[in-house]
């Protein structure tokens, strides 16, 4: 892409901001993003990251962005280059439940019988979805973005309308910073910590959902490595690692994976989940002709509602709203 004006400025480069401005780019459009931070610094490095559908209303819009999200993944997970594979596992839960609404978009998943399910869950299911290695796959959008033309800025954007003007489109994909850009009291930070260890032979997930309190517990294997987790603290703002609740994760995920307790750590890593009643997908038009989308709110379902998310706002640019 040449130096000139660029047709769309996208504002954040975590998962949500890259591939919306790849989705854009790969059609032709001259895309710059701009970002505070580089991708493998922004809140989407510290991802779990599982297709799912965590922190975030369940409606028609939601589940039409993660079907279309997980057939992009699915597709995604042929290639080892993006981080992204299929894995099956399990979600339990410690009450009886129903079959989570979600499932009508997963082709394999089917009821657990008792002996599939640790000791203290109810029910569960059994499914195969993608699972994405966050620093490997922003890496893969990164690059996925320069090969189509794009351009990244690490430079701080200090107001949304300072943008206008200097592009047609202009689509907000700042995250939990939304907050501030746009004085939005609906967006709130959901503080998440996982810890990162040497995988000791785990080959399926195990995801518990039973809803109670901000301790989780999800277990994800990446290659050599697996993800633990984790915590969800609505509120909370700090992103140092507490190693109290470090110890805590690694002993829940070893109730269910005994070997996991002896596992070497990795990494520690915190993240602020974007949480709001609701996404906000929005488009507003501007005095001078301009359009500004809002895309964020996605909580801790940035991942598995990205691809979707995109394609929508390509679709908006091509209708002209």
Same mark, same amino acid.
């Given at each position: 892409m040449a130096t000139s004006r660029p047709d769309v400025i996208v504002v954040g480069a975590g998962v949500i901001g890259l591939t919306t401005a790849v989705e854009l780019a790969e059609s032709g459009l001259g895309v710059e993003v701009r970002s505070a931070a580089a991708p493998e610094r922004t809140m989407s490095v510290a991802a779990a990251a599982m297709w799912n559908l965590a922190f975030v209303d369940h409606g028609a819009q939601v589940l039409r962005w993660s079907r279309d999200t997980l057939e992009r993944l699915t597709l995604l997970a042929g290639d080892p280059g993006t981080g992204v594979r299929l894995v099956a596992g399990v979600e339990a839960s410690r009450h009886e439940s129903a079959t989570p609404d979600w499932a009508i978009l997963v082709a394999d998943v089917r009821a657990c019988g008792p002996r599939d399910l640790p000791p203290g869950f109810a029910v569960g299911w #059994?499914?195969? @979805?993608?699972?994405?290695?966050?620093?490997? $796959?922003?890496? $893969?959008? #990164?690059?996925?973005?320069?090969?189509?033309?794009?351009?990244?800025?690490?430079?701080?954007?200090?107001? =949304? &309308?300072?943008?206008? /003007?200097?592009?047609?489109?202009? @689509?907000? !994909?700042? /995250?939990?910073?939304?907050?501030?850009?746009?004085?939005?009291?609906?967006?709130?930070?959901? %503080?998440?910590?996982?810890?990162?260890?040497?995988?000791?032979?785990?080959?399926? *997930? *195990?995801?518990?959902?039973?809803?109670?309190?901000?301790?989780?517990?999800?277990?994800?294997?990446?290659?050599?490595?697996?993800?633990?987790?984790?915590? &969800?603290?609505?509120?909370?703002?700090?992103?140092?690692?507490?190693?109290?609740?470090? %110890? &805590?994760?690694?002993? %829940? !995920?070893?109730?269910?994976?005994?070997? =996991?307790?002896? &596992?070497?750590? =990795?990494?520690? %890593? @915190?993240?602020?989940?974007?949480?709001?009643?609701?996404?906000? *997908?929005?488009?507003?038009?501007?005095?001078? /002709? !301009? #359009?500004? @989308?809002?895309?964020?709110?996605?909580?801790?379902?940035?991942?598995?509602l990205s691809w979707g998310c995109a394609r929508e706002i390509l679709g908006l640019v091509a209708g002209g709203r």
């Open positions: #059994r499914f195969t @979805v993608p699972v994405v290695d966050m620093p490997v $796959y922003l890496g $893969y959008l #990164r690059e996925r973005l320069h090969a189509a033309g794009g351009r990244l800025l690490i430079q701080p954007v200090r107001s =949304l &309308a300072d943008m206008l /003007g200097h592009a047609d489109l202009v @689509v907000n !994909c700042t /995250g939990i910073r939304a907050g501030e850009l746009v004085d939005d009291d609906a967006l709130h930070p959901v %503080r998440g910590q996982i810890v990162v260890v040497t995988n000791p032979g785990v080959s399926e *997930f *195990f995801v518990e959902d039973t809803g109670d309190g901000g301790d989780l517990l999800y277990i994800l294997p990446h290659g050599d490595k697996v993800v633990l987790g984790g915590t &969800a603290e609505p509120g909370r703002w700090d992103l140092e690692p507490d190693p109290g609740t470090a %110890r &805590a994760i690694v002993a %829940r !995920c070893a109730a269910v994976v005994p070997s =996991l307790a002896a &596992a070497p750590v =990795l990494a520690h %890593r @915190v993240g602020l989940r974007p949480a709001r009643h609701s996404v906000r *997908f929005e488009v507003q038009r501007q005095a001078n /002709g !301009c #359009r500004l @989308v809002h895309s964020y709110g996605h909580g801790g379902a940035g991942v598995s």
